[in-house]
């Protein structure tokens, strides 16, 4: 069947293959140019038709025919509903580079067409190709050149680009035109455009964004940046003019650096552009471009095109090398370049992290700072090169505080204030500048700038860089010496000196420097010639001289005598000595002067004479003419043009020089208005060329002229005013200023405008600074005064008055006293200085009516006033407040009246004991008992033991235990009111208690109850065992006999009773009770009755204060039974048999049990009226202690007994209610009972209030409201009824009004609403409620309730109005839904957990308006801990990452050291509120261990104990603790120590002869590995002996002697020694043997040598020169000689040879007459000028010898400074008015009568108007 087919599938694959190559396509798709569901597959290796072999067609349709279920992804929810199949996987890349595309596919599984297209694409290999790969557009194309085409090969080049069809593959036969398109669609994968990311998929172009993503528009910006915002790069426009000319042909045009993009460059001119490259690794290139064409340089691609008259350059970029485009010059005409392109900043700012922490603990800071990255290199380089782009903003460096906890007290720190302004921050500090490396001309200075700390003591050190970051750092380089080095100024020549013909000029030339003053410092070669020839064009009549005339005085003279003598420098150079004197007299004659080479030899400071050859320039001549004026003197005749010439330099300046505008100065200010000034120079007429201002006339200097400039407003900026004074004048003071950010408009009306401070670009300058950094002297610093001791009366306040000194950093040192010299403040003055009100003073209360019963009490009290002065004074009765008529008289109860017939016991004390037995089965936080009884309860219980006496004081009542006396002490409190407290139960309070009231004793019995429901058995000290028989004895019978006691509980005493139990009294009925708490079958209807009547009653022993408990649920269950009732059961079992005793026993625990619970519930029942039945509010006072007889009756009366009985008149006080509902009373007067509402109107003007009680004694009635006590006055009053009324009501009387009835029984208490209008009303407590033991608890709303998990929670919300308000609860403000608890407006929580935390609000709303209260309930949870230990490992890493470390547990850990190490304990614990941690050591805290080097660390975490010894090691434990308990974990530290151990031998120290030892080694050992023996130094070092080894004959063998000394030290010696054959024996003895024994082991060592071979040497020298060197002081010069290094025999030798012998001075001072030399000056010659600024004068400065007074050589005097030998003079300005000479010539020029003449008529103005 696969053959017969197999045509029919070759006919398909024929007209699927289309064209010469195919796309293979999968039946069941579309294929070819269709959009909807064409089909891309993957691309392989392009296939020609002719090599598709059948089998490979048919596997692959095969493997496109079906499609495994289980290679599809699940099919999504929408794919679902369109009926489509979900996406198939994505098919692999078309391309491995260069962006190619991927497919998926989908099916549609409906029998109807399906929405959507069944294909979709993704990009895919977004890689780069290598270059090698070449273009995938031209792979396509060369795939074909094997293909004919017409019959004809073809190499095929791709047409990009088509605008029709860019996705069709279109190519270019080689060296045609044909273009033929190859195929109709491209690879998938393939580039639309060249230039564009968009790409050729199935046929059409798809976009493509930068991204890389189909369809996306996302473009490069500028810079290359994908998706960018530009801020990467810069544009860089500019015009470059040509300047070029014959001598400069080529110049740059502009670099455009590394990665530059689009650049753009337009040449216009003759000129022609050219490339120079430079890549990243250095390699250089050059590109001419000479033709048009794009070409590749340096891998950058550049498109140039050249014109006649212009060219242009392009390259897209990025550029891979640095270009330099430079011009070259081609043509006269000037070119100008226009360029534009993107630069990249390669250098950019960049963030760094925060520093560490300047502290460890305490508060410190931390910085981050800003470092320049170079993007190229991919590091970090200097600031400056981020500073060159202005676009570069350096971040700022932020600050942070750390590690803000406090340090440990042990640390030593001191305190100081938290990082703030006072506390001085690290700065930078510089060392002074170093000199200028160049003394003109622009040098640098620099300088060391270091980041420093100051600390509290003023020290100053170094610290890392990093701290100072958050300023900029002081720059470490600058400029200086700017300005221009000294310079030559050439003046203007003179006259030619001549008429006519050839002549000379000269000029003065000086050294100026900056300020314009003449000076040295010129460099000789650069001086300008001050003599040149000069022709006169005028033809002359006389023969011509043979020689140029030589210049008359002055200008000869003047340019003689200012012309600079050369200095001789450190280089070679020409010095000309001065000119020799004229040859002739008169006329014209020759001077001469010697030319000398020489160079300064800067060691000696001397002058050398060279050859002329070392001197590099022209030689100065040697020979010049000179004239000496007319012969014979006679006046030569001279022609106008001749006197012209010869006295030119008289000509006026003026016509030569002038003043000339140039220009303005920049303006003043850049914007809002300045002005600029016209810069006026003096200019030489002809050459145009600035000159010296003095050359000018100063009163033709053109007027100032000003002109506007930069009138636009200027930017906004910030105005800054100046520092205010210092706020303190030591210590660390504040300044501040004012800073604002304003808007110039004009500068010339002042017009500025404020701003906001954003508008301001630069950052906002500090408003504040610290100053007067230094420490204060110490002085009295005051504390806050304390509270007065009284509020009135006259009363004394105290303040504490301290030493101190406000240190540098704003911290503050305690001194002692006597360092502050003021005298000391007042430390103690008087307050609330005025009377006070009128007060009760009331008495003792007096003894009771009665002897017996009931009776009363009384008190006086009288109204007294404590007075300003502090004295108290009676005063009217009226002063004082109403007082209550309870306080002044109370009900007293006594012992029963004796009853008839029976005697009554008056005057002995008595015990009042109950003989009760109690278990506790519950945790309860406390419980109350009264003597007489036994107690088995749990530990941790409070107990509250009571000791009721009659006729006894009870002050005087003691307590023992086990017959030891008992004092108070922190866990037992002994009170003086009759009563003993036990904190918190433990083991050893397990004993009998005895009250002594006199001779009266009574006992109580406590034992504990361990945590397995037995008894926790108390071994007896030997001191009570022995007294245990006779206490046992007397407590049992004692117990017996109190059975007979009047309070009726017992009636009589049966014979068993008297007989009495067992010896051990203490202990009778542990046996029955431990049975008790095994019971298991406690009868199930009772503990129902009981959980549902009074689950968590407290027991009728417990005499807890009733405001501490509210709740029935809260309250815990302790059985109560009577002691009869057990010894009823003990003496039951003792009459029973042996065998039967257990089952008997059994039957009675269990009835027992019934009976307590039966009991209980009657109890309760009979002791509670209907009235009592609810548990009196928190509002309620305490109960009152009352006589041991109604206490009796109250905790352990049977119910029988407790009440009924018709000779019982004492009862409880009942208040009457009368309930009824609320009602709006409107009467002026109201008249209420309590159990209604009162709702005030405006009308009303009196409330009364009604409390009725009955109960025996009377009860006292008291008032409260919202749960304070009302303070009546004389608007609120007490009536003598005890109604309460409430005049003239107003809004602050709104509340709930508490009546409390109390007698010595009891207490009873309702409440009243009184609302303002009838608003709700909400009873409130603010109290907070923290519980961690109650398993429930009650509060009213308003309070704020911490409780620990699982606790059943109830809030009261106890609410009125009229109409009756409705209770609505919420829960962090939103409504609470059904599930929750509500009755009668309180919200029952059960078994609360976290969730439940938050804010619960209770809204009680009406008609009349609503009223909210909230209640916070925050859950407490214990320490305890974490499961997840990896926070505490990592902060342990932190902390010490090369320390041992350990984490404690509540089991133990142990950690082993060595000493000296350090170590790092971890307690991991976790809690709410977050546990407190202290570290203990030995179950001491670790700061007052003595010797422990220790660091918490961690807010307590960790525990760093340094320096290990054996004193540090044993357990250290953390105590961690929160309101909700308390954990202790433990660890144990433990030393290892060094040791000594002696170990294997060492070897032996010879291997024979008789000294061979061998020593046993000693090793310092550390855990059985050794270590450096210093670690061992403290301990005591074992004695070791050593051994003796190879003590036996040694074979023959050499000896040799040491070597002799040499027979010569140098030039070669000989040495010697003694060679022996020898023998040595075991006994030491060594014995010479024979020769020949030795050469048959050895070869016989040599016993002569050579030595000491090397050349003898010495330093030789000629003998002292003459003293003729040069002069280097006066009287003194050198004189040298030479010194050279020879052998012995004269030979002479390089230096190097003697260079290890010292060598000898060739040069050395010598006194020289020649050198008595000094430089001497004549006078000032005469002014040149009278006035203006031409004048100069000069003088004679010569060298003379100072004995001769004769000149000598100038150079002998250059060891001082040669004096000035010319300056300037009469600089003043002409006055044009006065007719005067400018020069003293005008004699002269009046001689030769040149008068007439303009120039000499002006300048001799005086003389030739004489004439």
Request: glycine share 8%; hydrophobic share 30%.
């Amino acid at each position: 069947m696969a053959r017969l087919a197999a045509p029919r599938r070759s006919r398909l694959l024929a007209r699927i293959l289309g064209g010469t190559w195919c796309l293979l396509c999968v039946a069941g798709q579309v294929c070819g140019d269709q959009s909807q569901g064409a089909v891309f597959l993957r691309e392989f290796t392009l296939i020609r038709r002719e090599s598709l072999h059948e089998d490979f067609l048919s596997d692959l349709l095969n493997s496109h025919k079906t499609e495994d279920p289980s290679s599809r992804t699940a099919r999504s929810e929408e794919d679902r509903d369109g009926l489509w199949d979900a996406w198939g996987p994505w098919s692999e890349c078309s391309r491995t580079c260069g962006g190619g595309a991927s497919y998926s596919l989908r099916r549609c599984l409906s029998s109807k067409s399906c929405e959507g297209r069944n294909i979709r694409y993704r990009t895919c290999s977004n890689v780069d190709c290598p270059p090698e790969a070449g273009d995938f557009r031209a792979q396509q194309c060369s795939a074909h050149n094997d293909v004919k085409h017409h019959g004809q090969f073809y190499e095929w080049l791709p047409v990009s680009n088509d605008p029709d069809n860019p996705c069709s593959l279109k190519c270019q036969a080689k060296g045609t035109t044909l273009v033929v398109e190859l195929a109709p669609k491209v690879l998938d994968g393939t580039r639309c455009y060249t230039e564009s990311l968009d790409m050729c998929i199935s046929g059409l172009c798809q976009i493509v964004g930068c991204d890389h993503q189909l369809g996306s528009t996302i473009k490069e910006d500028n810079c290359g940046v994908c998706n960018g915002d530009g801020s990467t790069c810069r544009l860089v426009r500019g015009q470059y003019k040509s300047q070029l000319s014959a001598t400069k042909l080529d110049d740059t045009v502009v670099a455009i650096p590394y990665g530059s993009r689009h650049i753009r460059l337009v040449l216009k001119g003759p000129d022609h552009l050219y490339l120079e490259t430079k890549t990243l690794q250095g390699a250089k290139g050059e590109n001419t471009l000479s033709s048009t064409g794009t070409f590749l340089v340096d891998n950058s691609s550049v498109d140039f095109q050249k014109f006649p008259d212009k060219e242009i350059l392009r390259m897209t970029g990025p550029l891979t090398a640095d270009f330099i485009v430079k011009i070259h010059n081609s043509g006269p005409a000037d070119s100008t370049v226009q360029f534009i392109f993107y630069q990249p900043i390669i250098h950019r700012w960049r963030e760094t992290d925060f520093f560490p922490c300047s502290a460890t603990c305490g508060g410190g800071y931390q910085l981050t700072s800003a470092e320049c990255y170079d993007l190229r290199s991919n590091r970090v380089v200097a600031d400056q090169y981020c500073h060159y782009y202005p676009e570069n903003i350096k971040p700022k460096p932020k600050l942070q505080e750390c590690n803000l906890d406090p340090c440990p007290a042990s640390d030593g720190y001191k305190q100081i204030m938290p990082y703030d302004l006072y506390h001085p921050l690290p700065r930078w500090e510089a060392t002074p500048w170093t000199a200028c490396s160049s003394s003109c001309g622009g040098g640098i200075q620099s300088r060391a700038v270091s980041c420093v700390e100051e600390d509290i003591q003023g020290h100053v050190t170094s610290v890392e860089e990093w701290k100072c970051m958050y300023t900029p750092k002081m720059p470490i380089v600058q400029p200086c010496n700017i300005f221009d080095c000294p310079k030559w100024l050439a003046q203007e020549w003179s006259p030619c000196t001549v008429t006519c013909g050839q002549g000379l000029r000269y000029r003065v030339v000086l050294c100026i420097d900056h300020r314009g003053m003449h000076t040295g410092g010129c460099s000789p070669k650069t001086k300008p010639h001050i003599k040149e020839e000069c022709v006169i064009p005028t033809p002359c009549y006389k023969p011509k001289e043979k020689l140029p005339v030589e210049a008359k005085l002055p200008w000869y003279k003047q340019a003689q005598e200012l012309e600079e003598g050369a200095a001789v420098s450190e280089e070679p150079s020409f010095i000309p000595e001065a000119w020799s004197a004229c040859t002739v007299t008169c006329g014209v004659g020759t001077q001469v002067r010697m030319v000398r080479c020489q160079v300064l030899l800067p060691f000696s400071q001397s002058v050398a004479d060279l050859p002329v050859d070392e001197c590099e320039g022209p030689k100065p001549a040697s020979q010049r003419a000179c004239y000496a004026g007319p012969c014979h003197g006679e006046v030569p005749e001279l022609t106008p043009e001749e006197t012209d010439g010869l006295f030119g330099g008289l000509q006026d300046f003026d016509e030569l020089y002038d003043w000339e505008y140039e220009g303005f100065t920049k303006c003043s200010e850049s914007c809002g208005g300045g002005v600029q000034e016209a810069v006026v120079s003096c200019l030489n007429k002809q050459t145009r060329e600035p000159a010296d201002e003095n050359l000018c006339v100063t009163s033709r200097r053109p007027p100032r002229l000003l002109k506007s400039c930069s009138l636009d407003p200027c930017p906004a900026r910030w105005e800054i005013g100046k520092w205010s004074p210092c706020s303190l004048t030591c210590g660390v003071g504040l300044q501040t200023r004012d800073v604002f950010c304003s808007h110039l408009l004009s500068r010339e009306m002042n017009e500025t405008v404020i701003l906001a401070d954003e508008l301001c670009r630069q950052p906002k300058p500090s408003t504040v600074q610290a100053c007067n950094r230094f420490n204060c002297p110490p002085a009295w610093y005051p504390a806050q005064w304390q509270p007065c001791s009284r509020t009135c009366g006259g009363g004394i306040q105290k303040r504490e008055v301290l030493c101190k000194q406000r240190m540098a950093d704003g911290s503050f040192l305690e001194l002692p006293e006597t360092f502050c010299s003021a005298s000391k403040l007042a430390s103690q003055q008087a307050c609330k200085k005025d009377d006070c009100p009128s007060e009760w003073l009331l008495s003792d209360w007096t003894e009771c009516s009665t002897s017996c019963g009931e009776g009363t009490q009384t008190r006086s009290a009288i109204c007294r006033q404590v007075l300003k002065t502090g004295v108290s004074a009676i005063v009217n009765s009226s002063l004082c407040p109403p007082l209550p008529f309870s306080s002044s008289i109370r009900p007293c109860m006594l012992a029963t009246c004796a009853r008839p017939g029976r005697p009554s016991s008056k005057h002995s004390p008595h015990i009042a004991a109950a003989r009760k037995i109690y278990i506790q089965t519950r945790r309860q936080r406390k419980l109350h008992f009264v003597v007489g009884g036994f107690a088995y309860l749990l530990p941790k219980t409070a107990v509250v033991l009571r000791c009721p006496t009659r006729r006894f004081r009870k002050p005087l009542i003691t307590w023992e235990k086990d017959g030891h006396h008992l004092s108070s002490s922190a866990h037992v409190t002994v009170a003086p009111f009759g009563y003993l407290k036990i904190h918190r139960l433990k083991p050893s309070d397990a004993g009998v208690y005895t009250c002594s009231a006199g001779p009266a004793r009574e006992q109580f019995v406590l034992k504990l109850i361990g945590g397995n429901r037995k008894l926790v058995a108390r071994p007896l000290s030997p001191r009570s065992e022995e007294e245990a028989p006779a206490g046992r004895k007397a407590g049992a019978k004692e117990a017996l006999q109190t059975h007979k006691h009047l309070n009726g509980i017992f009636s009589n005493g049966s014979k068993a009773e008297k007989r009495g139990p067992a010896a051990d009294a203490g202990s009778r009925y542990d046996d029955l009770v431990s049975r008790l708490l095994e019971q298991g079958g406690w009868p199930g209807e009772l503990l129902a009755a009981w959980e549902a009547h009074d689950s968590g009653e407290r027991n009728a022993s417990s005499e807890e204060d009733p405001t501490a408990e509210q709740a029935p649920r809260a309250l815990p269950f302790t059985m109560v039974t009577e002691q009869r009732r057990l010894d009823d059961i003990l003496r039951n079992l003792s009459q029973q048999p042996e065998e039967l005793r257990d089952v008997h026993r059994k039957h009675l625990v269990a009835q027992l049990a019934q009976d307590i619970f039966r009991s209980h519930l009657e109890h309760r029942d009979a002791l509670l009226q209907p009235s009592e039945r609810r548990l009196p509010p928190a509002a309620a006072p305490p109960r009152k202690h009352v006589s041991g007889l109604s206490s009796a009756l109250r905790t352990s009366a049977p119910a029988g007994e407790a009440v009924g009985g018709p000779r019982r008149p004492h009862r409880k006080p009942t208040i009457l209610r009368k309930i009824s509902a609320a009602q709006q009373l409107s009467a002026s007067e109201v008249v209420t009972h309590l159990g209604q509402t009162v709702a005030l109107a405006s009308g009303t003007l009196s409330v009364l209030l009604h409390c009725e009680a009955i109960g025996t004694p009377r009860p006292t009635i008291s008032w409260a409201r919202n749960g304070e006590e009302v303070q009546f006055s004389d608007r609120i009053l007490l009536q003598p009824d005890d109604s309460l009324q409430i005049l003239a009501p107003v809004e602050a009387d709104v509340g709930f009004y508490t009546c409390n009835a109390t007698n010595a029984l009891g207490y009873d208490s309702v409440s009243i609403a009184v609302t303002l209008a009838g608003k709700p009303l909400v009873k409130t407590s603010r109290a907070t409620v923290i519980n961690t033991e109650e398993p429930a608890i009650i509060v009213d709303v308003g309070s704020t309730i911490k409780t620990v998990q699982g606790v059943n929670v109830t809030i009261n919300c106890q609410v009125a109005g009229v109409p009756e308000a409705e209770v609505t609860w919420f829960r962090n403000k939103s409504k609470l839904g059904s599930p929750h608890h509500v009755h009668e407006g309180s919200l029952l929580l059960t078994d609360v957990s976290p969730s439940d935390q938050g804010l619960y609000s209770c809204r009680a709303a009406n008609l009349h308006g609503e009223l909210t209260e909230n209640t916070q309930l925050l859950l407490l949870d214990p320490p305890q801990v974490p499961t997840q230990l990896e926070d505490i490992r990592a902060l342990l890493s932190a902390t010490g990452p090369n320390l041992p470390s350990v984490l404690t547990s509540p089991l133990g850990a142990q950690l082993v050291l060595d000493p000296g190490n350090s170590a790092l304990l971890g307690c991991p614990i976790k809690g709410h509120p977050t546990p407190n941690i202290t570290w203990f050591h030995g179950g001491q805290p670790v700061a007052t261990v003595p010797g422990l080097t220790h660091h918490i660390l961690a807010a307590g975490q960790i525990l760093q104990v340094a320096n290990l010894s054996g004193g540090s090691q044993g357990e250290f434990s953390c105590l961690a603790q929160n309101e909700a308990g308390i954990l202790v974990q433990k660890a144990s530290l433990v030393i290892q120590d060094y040791w000594w151990s002696v170990d294997r031998l060492a070897t032996c120290s010879a291997s024979c002869g008789n000294r061979g030892i061998q020593q046993p080694r000693l090793r310092c050992l550390l855990n059985s590995t050794e270590v450096n023996p210093t670690h061992c130094a403290g301990k005591v070092r074992p004695a070791v002996q050593p051994i003796a080894c190879n003590r036996r004959d040694c074979p023959s063998r050499w000896m040799v002697t040491s070597w002799s000394a040499c027979t010569r030290s140098c030039g070669g010696g000989v040495q010697t020694r003694r060679v022996t054959c020898q023998k040595l024996k075991a006994s030491g003895i060594s014995t010479p043997v024979s020769n020949d024994l030795c050469t048959q082991l050895a070869k016989r060592p040599v016993d002569t040598q050579a030595c000491n071979q090397q050349l003898c040497v010495e330093w030789a020298f000629s003998s002292w020169g003459q003293c003729n060197g040069p002069c280097i002081g006066p009287h003194l010069a050198v004189q040298h000689r030479q010194v050279f290094c020879q052998t012995r025999d004269g030979i002479t030798l390089p230096s190097e040879q003697c260079s290890a012998l010292p060598r000898p001075v060739s040069t050395q001072n010598c006194w020289s007459e020649a050198c008595s030399v000094h430089w001497r000056v004549s006078l000032w010659s005469l002014c040149t000028a009278t006035c203006g600024n031409y004048g100069f004068q000069a003088r004679r400065v010569e060298c003379v010898h100072a004995h001769t007074n004769k000149a000598v050589p100038e150079h002998l005097c250059s060891w001082g400074p040669r004096p000035a030998n010319w300056q300037r003079c009469n600089i003043t300005p002409c006055e044009n008015m006065e007719c005067r000479d400018t020069t003293r010539y005008c004699e002269k020029v009046k001689q030769l009568k040149l008068c007439q003449l303009s120039q000499f008529k002006s300048r001799c103005c005086g003389t030739c108007g004489k004439a």
